[in-house]
């Protein structure tokens, strides 16, 4: 059954890595419809930009910031395996 709030992103695209982080984000905070999700591409990089709600910040950068490498390690290993630069910025 398919949902009809998650939109069908291409296949090896940057908006799939975006989707991507805004699901684990959307996990993670306490207001999900705060979180957004926004794709700024440059020359050789894609920076995906994370906004989520002043109080849920914490939630997303974790203790010593290990959530937000968590992150940042599976984005850096998706967009790896689809030969993209991409770079995650948390947007306050």
Do not use: Y
Not at 5 to 32: C, Q
Not at 35 to 45: K, W, Y
């Amino acid at each position: 059954m398919s949902d009809p709030d998650r939109s069908v992103k291409p296949k090896g695209s940057t908006n799939e890595l975006a989707f991507m982080v805004e699901v684990i984000a959307k996990a993670l905070v306490d207001l999900p419809d705060e979180v957004s999700v926004q794709e700024v591409t440059g020359e050789n990089t894609t920076v995906i930009e994370l906004k989520v709600a002043k109080t849920d910040i914490g939630k997303i950068i974790g203790k010593e910031g290990k959530t937000a490498k968590a992150i940042r390690t599976i984005l850096l290993g998706a967009a790896t395996k689809l030969k993209r630069r991409t770079v995650l910025e948390i947007v306050e």
